[in-house]
């Protein structure tokens, strides 16, 4: 089993609607929760990071972790054309991490 | 944000020949540097983990030999690929994991990433 699951997609979406990105994984030690974009033919960028349970809000986008089921999510509200991009989660725990397969994500405006 | 310059960013080398990427973590200090491979579509794929001063640590089913990384400072590391052929043309990324910080949400960086076609 690995580590973190994330469906591949891709996942298509017109444009303003709300766009919900998930992992699984199997590791209950896992402290840090994070998400990257990576547009096409560029490396990842950090896009939010959240420690533990809980929720946190960053403009449009929402981190959400659900510890006791293993499931991340990542919100995206008012879709727009420019948030096409693959997006992966990722986990670390005692300085390992983890990285989805990544989710890839088309707005069609 | 912090910030990992990846160079070059694309490169065409003739099958035979030898190629080095470099990866360098402009504005803090990486002590752990990360190379990933990355085929269209696919996701990344981690080859080595290069640790400052230290050789890499290569994940199973990665040559060494091929694929040599040097992580010679807490700002630079630079993977060559040996002796390449057409079937190493890929997106090679490296990310860096900043020193500075106690809070490991936010340590792991990406480069932009370097184009390799080998014809």
Redesign the interface.
């Known amino acids: 089993q690995k580590e973190v699951e994330q469906d591949?997609g891709p996942l298509s979406v017109p444009e303003g609607a709300i766009v919900s990105l998930n992992c699984t994984y199997s590791n209950s030690a896992f402290?840090?929760?994070?998400w990257?974009r990576q547009y096409s033919?560029?490396?990842?960028?950090?896009l939010m990071?959240?420690?533990s349970s809980g929720n946190k809000e960053d403009g449009r986008f929402t981190a959400q972790v659900d510890k006791s089921s293993k499931y991340i999510s990542l919100f995206i509200r008012d879709s727009q054309p420019s948030d096409s991009a693959t997006y992966?989660c990722?986990m670390?725990v005692h300085?390992q991490?983890y990285?989805?397969?990544?989710t890839?994500l088309t707005v069609i405006p | 944000?912090a910030v990992?310059s990846?160079h070059p960013s694309w490169v065409i080398c003739k099958s035979g020949t030898s190629v080095k990427i470099e990866c360098r973590s402009l504005d803090f200090q990486a002590t752990t540097m990360f190379w990933y491979r990355q085929f269209p579509?696919?996701?990344?794929m981690?080859m080595a983990t290069s640790n400052e001063g230290s050789k890499a640590t290569y994940e199973q089913g990665v040559e060494k030999d091929k694929f040599l990384i040097n992580h010679a400072s807490l700002t630079l590391s630079t993977l060559t690929v040996t002796s390449a052929h057409p079937e190493d043309s890929s997106?090679y990324?490296c990310?860096a994991?900043r020193a500075d910080t106690g809070?490991?949400?936010?340590t792991?960086?990406?480069?932009?990433?370097s184009?390799l076609t080998v014809v």
């Open positions: 591949p402290q840090y929760f994070m990257y033919r560029k490396g990842p960028e950090l990071y959240t420690y992966l990722a670390s300085g991490f990285f989805g397969t990544g890839s | 944000g990992v990846q579509k696919q996701s990344l981690l997106f990324i990310s994991r809070n490991p949400g936010n792991i960086y990406f480069g932009e990433g184009w």
